[in-house]
């Protein structure tokens, strides 16, 4: 009898453990919010004339059209979070994020990824590309390698990770390597969302490559949804002066 007393113990103690285990897994809340841009920020890509990309077959370069200027802007801001809590669980990589070369362009040009995952640059052109970065987040060179080739790097802290090509100077892309799996590209309307974020205090991050680093700190409560918003860039700035504090 007092054998079956102590498994009966042991056996409701590990049910209330899981239950605790269980509720902590589903017991976050979103972090919703709006990027707001009023203004173009990105200049025109200027690209050299077509003769210095004939190497073998002719490429067409894909025209550097924008139908909406300002859609353009806020699907270019990466909003993130710093500070996850220990107890959140460990990233796993899953299958590599996808940086195109097409039509003499990486497509996207903006990736986001969670510390610790690969991407892949696989070529498309009947042309070879290179893929280098020197960047301090992760410098690598990647070779010149033709159509139907790919390469893949892994990236394994976090920062901003720009993106080149040594043979076609035009083709630029930005790889935002985020702390934590809290981390998405804004829509084109401004919207974004974070979703089952551990409760806790964290600086939540938005960042756009010409309209720079912004970060609040907010506080996340279990079942109670987040919000924080952004004006990029800060609206007292006047043209001609960008905010980059928080380098990167």
């Not at 899953?94 to 995952?117: C, H, N, T, W, Y």
């Not at 919207?191 to 912004?214: C, D, E, M």
Request: some cysteine.
């Amino acid at each position: 009898m007092p054998i079956t007393v102590l498994m009966s113990r042991s056996f409701l103690g590990a049910i209330l453990t899981g239950l605790v285990a269980f509720t902590g897994l589903i017991s976050g809340a979103d972090v919703r919010g709006t990027i707001t841009i009023e203004r173009k920020l990105t200049p025109r890509n200027v690209t050299p004339a077509a003769g210095l990309y004939q190497r073998g077959s002719v490429v067409a370069l894909e025209p550097d059209t924008r139908e909406n200027a300002l859609d353009y802007e806020r699907s270019h801001v990466v909003v993130y979070l710093e500070g996850a809590p220990g107890n959140a669980a460990p990233v796993t990589a899953g299958p590599p994020a996808i940086m195109e070369q097409q039509k003499r362009r990486f497509s996207p040009d903006l990736v986001v990824i969670p510390a610790g995952s690969p991407v892949s640059f696989p070529n498309f052109d009947p042309i070879f590309h290179n893929v280098f970065s020197l960047s301090k987040a992760k410098s690598f060179d990647l070779g010149n390698y033709p159509k139907g080739q790919t390469r893949m790097v892994t990236f394994p802290k976090s920062g901003i990770v720009a993106v080149y090509c040594h043979l076609h100077p035009n083709m630029t892309g930005t790889i935002v390597v985020t702390p934590s799996q809290w981390g998405v590209r804004v829509d084109a309307a401004g919207q974004y969302s974070l979703a089952n974020v551990p409760p806790g205090k964290y600086t939540i991050v938005a960042w756009h490559k010409t309209g720079g680093t912004f970060r609040k700190t907010i506080e996340v409560t279990a079942g109670k949804d987040a919000e924080a918003n952004f004006f990029v860039p800060l609206p007292e700035l006047i043209a001609g002066e960008v905010d980059h504090h928080a380098g990167h």
